[in-house]
């Protein structure tokens, strides 16, 4: 990616973050689903995460996302906007303790997105030409200034609490009418979009994924035929429905065992496998290394959470 030069609006929305966000970490702002990030060196290694609907902004600094081997990239002049739930990895690309990364992440619901569309698409959404989940677009001038507008807003609580949620609903609008990924982030809201439906059975996996459950068990909570879900589960996560609740089984594994001091067979049990030999080889093969040494390491390095974005 080209390094550009910081705009003044960048600048400016940097700075907010910054005073937000006093050491390198994810902070939790003053309303409901907004955070403030801030890390000062780039990843040796990427960190693990599974995110809901959200909006990602970079006022400085560079990260890469990856999704399955699919890379997605930004940086100020790009933003990330993930459609469903997804467990994903991350890198932190471009920060120094001089000038370090800098992010906003807002979570979208996507029922107020179905609420604001109609106004940005009054004869309808349009279909979109693929049913992606994760979407990178470029940043526009008009949401960087109400992200900034929101931020300051966060220094005065009574402000904040009356007026946030218009801005919040102003940054959906403009994203909705970005080029290129405007309608895909409306599909977020549309009851009988395909995203939507996948966002159904991933709501649904979720809650069930530590249970031995078949594929003709998701497709049937989304009212869809087995091979006709399968391919559109995988259009739309990058992953087929099996392998999505493998990597959300190891993604709760490592949780329970680096939050909540659980061990390897404990939590092997938790998230639903009956083999702790094949936990254990699966875990390694993803996570590079055994449960055991994998959590031994992270917190020899101090690691307290793992933000991905």
Known sequence: MTVMAP??????????????TSHDGVFQLRLPGTYAIRLSRMSAEPTYATLGPCLCVAAQGAKAIMLGREVFEYD????????????????????TRKDPYLGFVLEIDPSRVAELAGRVYPDGVPKPSDARCLYVGQTTDGIVEAVTRLLELMAHPEDADLLGGLVI???????????NIGVRVAQMGHPKSGVQRVAEAVSWIRENFAQPITVDEMAASTHMNA???????????????????????????????????????????????????????EYARFFGSPPIKDIARLREDGVRAAAAL
């Open 7 to 20: 705009s003044i609006r960048l600048r400016r929305l940097a700075s907010l973050l910054a005073s937000y």
């Open 76 to 95: 100020p002049a790009h933003l990330l906007v993930f459609a469903v739930d997804l467990p994903v990895s991350g890198h932190v690309t471009r920060a």
């Open 227 to 281: 091979s006709s879900f399968h391919e559109h589960f995988k259009a739309v996560t990058s992953m087929s429905p099996l392998q999505y609740q493998k990597v959300l089984r190891l993604h709760e594994a490592r949780r329970l065992m680096l939050f909540q001091g659980m061990d390897a067979n404990d939590a092997c049990r938790r998230v639903g496998y009956l083999s702790a030999s094949q936990f254990s080889r």
């Open 169 to 179: 609903d102003e940054i959906l609008l403009r994203l909705m009418k970005t080029p």
